[in-house]
């Protein structure tokens, strides 16, 4: 494996002797037998430390559905920490008033000794095997969702995006109507790349970087929230990163704020189409011929553009698939063939017929 930032930071962490254990950091078995050789009762952190972190997650969590058990006059959110490992976070969470956290992990021999290690003194926590990419919750489960380094590492170079993205799309599914879902990453350029994508419609972004007081890593760590509002809607990203104070670690932030520069003139592109007027019987016709690009961007990224579709459409029900800039030179033959089963589980008609859906 590739010794990346996030390998190193993890190295860092829990001794160079980690790298070996682990190997791949998707593998199940490898974190088995990781969380093994650690023992029980050993915590392990990924990135920054609780004293670092505390500030930042206190302050978003509160307001979070009523804020701590009995602080905000409500009721307390509920909290998801996936890739939840034997990290302190959920603990100190629990320690400071906000009792409905939720802690899944696919490693069997992790939840067991993290059982034992809280079942008497945080009765009210729960843990549950599950894998993070297929997890076993109805949709808009929770309040808030918060990645401990849980991206990272199903975002090996050489595995491809293909665990990120079933990973977020699972996360987007399970977070409410207004949810925030905070990502502690090390922001590489291919996870952070995934981030920008999956959620530039439809959501609210921010980004800061964590203080380093606590560590001595010599990587940064930012934390990206998304809050879950309009699909369809684009907004600028929201960036604090000259709130920060000092980096640990210059090359990390400007690849960082350069990436957030090129991302918000590609958001500002597709807000700004709403200027484009499109008569209804250009938009019957489809958005074809001497439509422009960016009245084409207007009618399928603006809640107002995507009304227009739908009424022009003339049909009981309409789907909507969203590609990116990875589908560039995909075979549009093989989407289809893709998107066929789902869309017939979605058909309302006569199974009986088989009419070719348009």
Request: hydrophobic residues 40%.
């Amino acid at each position: 494996m590739a010794t990346t930032p996030a390998a190193a930071a993890a190295a860092a962490a829990g001794g160079a002797a980690i790298l070996d254990t682990l190997g791949d950091f998707t593998s199940r078995e490898n974190w088995d037998k990781f969380f093994a050789l650690r023992g029980t009762g050993d915590s392990f952190e990924w990135y920054a430390e609780w004293e670092d972190l505390r500030a930042p997650l206190l302050s978003l969590l509160h307001g979070c559905g009523g804020g701590a058990e009995g602080g905000g006059g409500g009721k307390a959110p509920e909290i998801l920490v996936p890739g939840c490992g034997s990290s302190v976070l959920s603990e100190r969470l629990y320690d400071a008033g906000f009792r409905r956290v939720t802690n899944v992990d696919f490693s069997r021999v992790l939840v067991a000794d993290m059982l034992r290690r809280h079942a008497r003194a945080r009765p009210e926590m729960r843990w549950r095997v599950m894998d993070m990419t297929d997890m076993q919750f109805t949709d808009g489960s929770f309040d808030v969702i918060l990645d401990k380094g849980g991206l990272d590492a199903l975002m090996e170079p050489e595995a491809g995006t293909k665990l990120g993205m079933k990973y977020l799309n699972e996360a987007k599914r399970v977070l409410k109507s207004g949810g925030k879902f905070a990502c502690l990453t090390l922001a590489e350029s291919h996870v952070l790349a995934l981030l920008l994508s999956e959620f530039r419609f439809g959501w609210d972004m921010s980004i800061q970087a964590i203080g380093n007081e606590s560590s001595k890593s010599a990587f940064q760590t930012f934390m990206v929230v998304m809050v879950k509002g309009k699909m369809g809607v684009v907004h600028p990203i929201q960036s604090l990163l000259d709130q920060s104070g000092k980096f640990c670690n210059m090359k990390q932030a400007n690849d960082v704020i350069h990436s957030l520069e090129k991302e918000n003139t590609i958001r500002e592109s597709y807000s700004s189409g709403v200027d484009v007027t499109l008569s209804l019987r250009d938009l019957q016709l489809g958005a074809v011929g001497d439509l422009k690009v960016r009245a084409h961007e207007w009618l399928f990224a603006s809640e107002e553009g995507q009304w227009h579709v739908v009424e022009s459409a003339k049909a009981a029900r309409l789907i909507m698939v969203f590609l990116d800039s990875r589908h560039a030179n995909a075979d549009m033959d093989v989407i289809k063939n893709d998107l066929s089963p789902l869309v017939k589980d979605l058909e309302p008609g006569n199974p009986e017929e088989e009419a070719r859906i348009p």
